[in-house]
């Protein structure tokens, strides 16, 4: 114990409140030292200024190589070491902050191993990389000019308060940090996208932008909310199906790696979810991640649960924070470009107004030594007798007198100063002429920027055009932005756990191994049970739970599922009258029972069949005997009986006791045709009603599909499909459907049509309908019984241009799939357009040509020479019509090709 202690330094009972009468509170100085830290990190750590886009890390970082710039490559840890003079963090934050800059391919030119955050490989040591500032740094961030400076944190240095940033720089790069109770997530947005905007800011409009990610992939943007709190963004891996047993993923999603993904793809099949054989990553220069299927597995269904069970979809909440005027401001990432686009031009009116004044000087001191060499000043013996400067002043001020108005400003000493200071030699060797020709252009440079003053808007936006014209290239949008379907986890996730049931004892779950299998499942499926009284319940699948004794169903429940159709007689426990009733379960609530009969003490169920398809079946019913009953049994249809809620009473089917109730025959469905509509935002089909109507399906009915390279598919409608997006029809398949073909075969280099009917292929099965020779391309399709199409061709060695409308249901009869069919025409074909579909087969447009051959034009024919060839006056002459719209038969993009759909 310290001798400097006594006993009244330790308390004793008794003395509680003496002590903490003599307390000092701390609760002030925290709350200051809390308030200070807090402000500090958030303003010169985490979250970036709306000025120039930049955290004061990265500021320093940029100023530091700005410093350093000789256009060569500089080491990494020279930089570093640099910006340790400006921020006072240590050498490891400011690495990791370079290589994040480095990383987003915009401000710094890299050399060396810098990482790659699509794989998530680490970047080298700061020792064997270098760095440079890009050109597009060097014309954007920096002009010391309008630069405002601070002392750094030592005060030995100047460092940039904000950087003049010409560009939305925050927007483009994004942002993320966590301070002392608040974060900012901003999303990085399209290079050109950006410019654009800026561009309808300056002419009045507002902009409406949305993230790009330059890891690419599918971005749903329907809640980003303007980039705001509360948004959210949902971002998905591209996946592409290359054949029934393998799937590629090209493009992953945003804050995701490769090695993360596959991760969680592993992840997700170790827990059954889904179910693959390999997953490989062959990613190199491009993202290429394998995914090999089970067999037996749906690629649809896997691509569904990929989504739903791994890193393939993520999403994101942007919570867009910047510091403007020193606080934090939350804004929307419009009003953001808004403010940039704003700063921008003012920092473009400043540096016009800088240059401005140095044309200005230029000329004034150029027009102060002509007169001092013209008018032979320097000659004058005032002049030259004067002993001191202030005597040069003097004796100057009267030479000039005679000038003064000739000076946009008054001349100070020091411009005499400058003037005495010139060396006799350059004063001897002065040339007026060429002096007049320099103040000549001088002042013509003035009168641009003048004008560039006086038309700010119109600067800038020129400004604009020019950074988009310069550095635009290669920096096309990545990320593709569509609208996404919601995956329910339940209809994808595969039947990883067997499911057992305790009829007697009234347990259900997958633990019970010794009891009777019911069916596989996920463990992340509802279950449905009935009982003998006549409840039911929806519950979750677990081990094992109790759902009441005496079960006489039990199966996998499907929310919303109104094809489910149940079929139940049961008597009431009161009257003792036996009810007949369907019905079906839709929305219910997890653990709650639910009583199907009147609700009366001892009802019981008598019979009970759940139907997928809402068949119907015929059963016998047997009375016991009673002195007033001749006729014992009798047959009941439950396909007489119509569906109603799950609450309703039901029919009576009779008020005598039942003694059985046997199965006579099995019925079918009573549920018409499932109504399927294809809708092309999500490119998924559905039974809501949106998008285009394909029809009523049932049974054995397909889905036709014809893809832009001439393959076609059928498929099912089954509503976990997945469709290409480079399909062109899209349709109920019809085997008797006569459909017509324009293609172009790559062997003859001619244009055929041919019509035929889709052969009923294997579901799956690709096949072409067009040559499979190198070239070949399908041009157009169309399922009407009289396509019309308009034909631009060249005729004759004159090459006399002609433009004909022909049916094609009147060039060939309808032969095999596989037939090339005949020769559209004898001609240079240039251009054909589908003009017209009529579906009914007697309405014959007129005129009907049998072939190219025996029609004459229909149009219009001319000369197919330079307009040179033709006097001006009888250019126009040969037209009564407008051009139609053509079709460059060399297209390659599949969005170029004429359609027939639907």
């Not at 930089?79 to 391919?105: C, E, F, L, R």
């Not at 699948?541 to 599922?561: R, S």
């Not at 639910?594 to 997928?612: E, I, M, Q, R, W």
């Not at 690709?766 to 041009?779: C, H, N, P, R």
């Amino acid at each position: 114990m310290s001798e400097d202690l006594t006993p009244e330094d330790f308390p004793v009972s008794g003395n509680e409140d003496t002590n903490m009468h003599n307390a000092i509170s701390l609760d002030g100085l925290y709350e200051n030292w809390f308030l200070d830290y807090a402000s500090y990190v958030i303003l010169d750590r985490a979250v970036p200024h709306i000025n120039d886009g930049l955290k004061p890390v990265q500021r320093r970082i940029l100023h530091s190589l700005k410093e350093m710039d000789d256009g060569r490559f500089n080491k990494a840890a020279n930089v570093i070491g640099n910006t340790m003079k400006y921020h006072p963090h240590g050498d490891a934050s400011i690495g990791d902050a370079m290589v994040q800059i480095g990383q987003k391919n915009l401000l710094i030119d890299c050399q060396g191993n810098w990482g790659d955050p699509v794989t998530g490989d680490s970047a080298a040591a700061p020792r064997y990389i270098e760095a440079r500032l890009s050109k597009f740094a060097s014309e954007v961030v920096f002009n010391p000019d309008t630069t405002e400076w601070q002392a750094s944190y030592d005060g030995r240095n100047k460092e940039p308060i904000t950087l003049p940033v010409k560009f939305p720089l925050l927007l483009a790069q994004g942002a993320d940090g966590i301070a002392v109770g608040l974060a900012t997530k901003i999303m990085p947005h399209n290079f050109i996208e950006l410019i654009d905007a800026s561009i309808e800011v300056l002419r009045g409009n507002r902009s409406n932008l949305m993230p790009d990610f330059p890891t690419g992939g599918m971005a749903d943007t329907s809640a980003y909310n303007e980039g705001q709190r509360g948004g959210k963004v949902r971002v998905r891996a591209k996946i592409l199906e290359r054949d029934k047993k393998t799937l590629a993923i090209t493009e992953i999603p945003f804050t995701t790696t490769t090695g993360g993904l596959i991760d969680s793809v592993i992840s997700a099949n170790d827990k059954g979810k889904i179910k693959i054989k390999k997953i490989e990553d062959n990613t190199a220069q491009n993202v290429e991640i394998v995914v090999h299927l089970a067999p037996g597995i749906s690629p649809d269904v896997t691509i569904d649960a990929l989504y739903a069970f791994t890193d393939c979809e993520v999403s994101i909440s942007p919570n867009t924070c910047v510091i403007k005027d020193d606080k934090p401001h939350f804004m929307s990432v419009n009003d953001i470009l808004t403010e940039s686009t704003l700063f921008t031009k003012d920092l473009l009116k400043q540096e016009l107004e800088i240059r401005l004044k140095e044309l200005q000087e230029k000329i004034f001191f150029s027009s102060l030594l002509k007169i001092f060499i013209q008018e032979g000043m320097y000659k004058n013996p005032d002049y030259e007798n004067s002993g001191n400067f202030d005597a040069v002043v003097e004796v100057l001020n009267k030479l000039f007198e005679p000038f003064f108005d000739q000076f946009y400003r008054a001349i100070l000493p020091e411009d005499y100063k400058r003037l005495i200071d010139k060396p006799m030699s350059s004063i001897t060797r002065f040339d007026v002429k060429k002096a007049d020709e320099q103040m000549k252009a001088l002042e013509d440079e003035i009168k641009v920027v003048r004008n560039h003053l006086k038309h700010l808007t119109d600067y800038a936006i020129a400004w604009f055009e020019k950074l988009r014209e310069k550095y635009g290239k290669g920096r096309e949008r990545k990320t593709e932005l569509r609208t996404f379907d919601r995956v329910e986890a339940a209809q994808v996730a595969l039947a990883n756990v067997k499911l057992y049931v305790n009829r007697e004892d009234g347990f259900i779950g997958t633990g019970l191994r010794k009891d009777e299998f019911v069916c596989d499942c996920s463990d992340i499926d509802e279950i449905i049970v009935f009982r003998s009284d006549g409840r039911c319940i929806i519950t979750k699948v677990q081990d094992k739970v109790f759902v009441g004794k005496d079960i006489i169903h039990a199966a996998v429940f499907k929310k919303n599922d109104e094809r489910t159709i149940y079929n139940m007689i049961y008597k009431d426990g009161q009257s003792g009258v036996s009810y007949i009733k369907r019905f079906a379960v839709a929305g219910v609530t997890r653990d709650k029972e639910y009583d199907l009969t009147k609700g009366s003490k001892g009802s019981k169920v008598l019979y009970f069949s759940a139907n997928p398809n809402g068949e119907a079946e015929v059963v016998n019913i047997q009375l016991k005997p009673h002195s007033k009953l001749k006729k014992l049994q009798f047959d009941e249809d439950f396909a007489e009986i119509a569906i109603k809620g799950r609450g309703s009473m039901g029919n009576i089917v009779t008020k005598y006791p039942v003694k059985k109730i046997v199965l006579k025959s099995k019925g079918v469905s009573t549920l018409a045709g499932r109504k399927i509509w294809y809708d092309d935002v999500l490119r998924r089909l559905n039974a809501d009603g949106r998008g285009t109507y394909l029809g009523e399906f049932d049974g054995e009915d397909r889905i036709l599909t014809v893809m832009s390279n001439g393959i076609y598919e059928l498929t099912s409608f089954d509503l976990n499909n997945h469709f290409d997006d480079k399909m062109i029809l899209i349709e109920k398949y019809n085997a008797e459907k006569v459909y017509s073909v324009v293609h172009f075969d790559g062997k003859s280099k001619n244009y055929m049509v041919k019509r035929f009917m889709f052969e009923n292929t294997a579901i799956g099965r690709q096949t072409s309908i067009i040559s499979e020779e190198s070239g070949s391309k399908l041009i157009l399709i169309s399922g009407a019984a009289q396509p019309v199409v308009k034909v631009e061709q060249l005729k004759g060695k004159s090459e006399v241009k002609e433009l004909v409308e022909l049916n094609l249901a009147d060039l060939i009869d309808v032969k095999g799939m596989k037939a090339m069919g005949n020769r559209l025409s004898a001609h240079t074909v240039q251009t054909v357009e589908l003009i017209a579909e009529h579906d009914d087969p007697e309405d014959v447009p007129d005129p009907a040509p049998d072939s190219v051959e025996d029609t004459e034009p229909t149009v219009t024919s001319v000369e197919a020479k330079p307009e040179g060839d033709v006097p001006p006056e009888k250019q126009d002459e040969t037209t009564d019509e407008k051009p139609a719209k053509k079709v460059d038969l060399e297209i390659t993009n599949p969005d170029d090709i004429q359609l027939g759909l639907f």
